[in-house]
């Protein structure tokens, strides 16, 4: 068992954290959980209550554990339902469309986009126009109208084309799949029905 002077110095660093933050708090002019925070252990220590001072501590330590961990997890499933999922995209040949994987896409492939069809890369129009529902990323409720020269971003849905349409990605920076930077030029199709 440590001595208990050695323990009571031990208490002292760890709360002089707290304490610490409790003055810049403070100093600023503002009150907040860790002003608290510190008035619990500073009085605790002061009456010579060291276990309850240690335990409000340890309390504190497992609740910013719990914080950090709740905050990775969060962003990390939000990331993971954000994420496009698109696993597979029509790759325009010389001759017929050939389905090829996402990640396969290189500088200056085509891609084909049908109406009803996520668009799978950012990109720039460059040819035709259509119907594209932006509503998961501007949460407008009407379709935007897209020609020539108009943004088209991924992840929104092309509803309606009035002639087939091409997309150019300009020199942007694509996270695709398992975090593999890529440059990509597109085009985006719709077939008119």
Same mark, same amino acid.
């Given at each position: ?40 252990? &500073? ?49 325009? &040949? ?56 108009? &943004? ?42």
């Amino acid at each position: 068992m440590i001595p208990k002077y050695i323990r009571v110095a031990i208490l002292a660093v760890k709360a002089a954290r707290y304490i610490w933050k409790a003055i810049k708090c403070l100093s600023k002019g503002r009150m907040e959980v860790s002003v608290l925070d510190a008035t619990a252990i &500073t009085v605790s220590m002061l009456r010579r209550d060291f276990k309850t001072a240690g335990s409000v501590m340890f309390l504190l330590e497992i609740g910013e554990i719990l914080e950090d961990w709740t905050h990775k997890k969060s962003v990390s499933d939000l990331a993971g339902s954000m994420s496009l999922n698109v696993g597979k995209v029509w790759l325009k &040949t010389e001759g017929q469309p050939v389905l090829v994987k996402s990640s396969e896409i290189n500088a200056n492939d085509e891609i084909i986009v049908n109406a009803g069809s996520m668009i799978p890369f950012d990109g720039v129009v460059s040819d035709g126009e259509a119907l594209v529902n932006q509503s998961t990323l501007t949460g407008e409720g009407v379709p935007v109208h897209r020609s020539v020269g108009a &943004t088209v971003y991924a992840g929104t849905v092309i509803e309606e084309s009035f002639a087939s349409i091409a997309a150019r990605l300009q020199s942007l920076l694509i996270f695709c799949g398992y975090q593999k930077v890529i440059f990509i030029t597109i085009f985006v199709g719709c077939v008119m029905y």
